[in-house]
């Protein structure tokens, strides 16, 4: 199993979280980061052999991108292809391809059940680079919409959030939304792994599978969360 994290947000943690990653998300600079920190970042997830990403958001900084924007089609289609091409231009400078694009936050969510903004990501990919990967939320509109129009999808799932019944990610309005726990973290990881489900936020099982894990690198204990999970997925090593 693929463990991704999202990155070049100005937490300063990519040193100590690219070892124990298999694939970065990250900021194209609208609603965290700097030019040089993206650069930097990508600079060192080469040289650990760490996948790169576009993780385009909301033109949002005051929110961290995790308020809900309403635009057109057309509007989304520009907002994505512009952070595509200034991520893809870091990339060149360091000689380093771009392998995958994962929306994030508020632009994620809505895109998980937003068919309009599904189907403008989509085609901004397309337009851009269409062997891009696209990382959506396991079983979402996104995903559906994105293998339908014959892109690689990897559907993720969240080591490091709550869900409710309908499988969506819990609102972070909500007590324990974000998991910061270990013990809380890694048994979702196990059961997500080897029983393909997770339990909810009304405390019921709902089936969840996934071709990866996302842990966010804004957390408090982010690090620690890496590496536990690195470890546990070296030990399990699941079918």
């Known amino acids: 199993m693929e463990l991704n994290c999202d990155l070049g947000e100005g937490t300063g943690t990519e040193a100590s979280i690219l070892p124990f990653i298999h694939a970065a998300n990250i900021s194209c600079g609208l609603h965290?980061?700097?030019?040089?920190?993206?650069?930097?970042?990508?600079?060192?997830?080469?040289?650990?052999?760490?996948?790169?990403?576009?993780h385009p958001s909301w033109n949002d900084r005051a929110n961290f991108g995790r308020t809900e924007q309403q635009l057109p089609a057309?509007?989304?289609?520009?907002?994505?292809?512009?952070?595509?091409g200034a991520f893809d231009a870091l990339c060149r400078q360091h000689n380093y391809p771009m392998k995958h694009v994962k929306p994030h936050g508020a632009l994620y969510n809505q895109a998980a059940k937003d068919p309009m903004v599904a189907a403008a990501i989509i085609t901004a990919i397309k337009s851009f680079n269409p062997t891009l990967q696209l990382y959506a939320l396991s079983n979402s509109v996104l995903a559906k919409l994105g293998k339908k129009a014959g892109l690689t999808v990897k559907e993720e799932a969240f080591a490091d959030r709550r869900y409710t019944a309908s499988g969506e990610l819990a609102s972070r309005q909500l007590a324990n939304a974000v998991l910061q726990n270990k013990e809380e973290v890694l048994q979702q990881v196990k059961e997500i792994l080897l029983n393909q489900r997770v339990r909810t936020t009304e405390e019921n099982w709902i089936s969840l599978k996934a071709d990866t894990l996302c842990i966010h690198g804004d957390g408090s204990t982010a690090v620690e969360l890496a590496k536990s999970i690195y470890e546990f997925l070296q030990l399990s090593n699941p079918a």
């Open 32 to 54: 965290a980061g700097s030019p040089v920190e993206i650069s930097n970042t990508i600079a060192l997830a080469k040289k650990l052999g760490v996948q790169v990403g576009a």
């Open 74 to 84: 057309a509007e989304i289609v520009s907002l994505i292809l512009y952070q595509l």
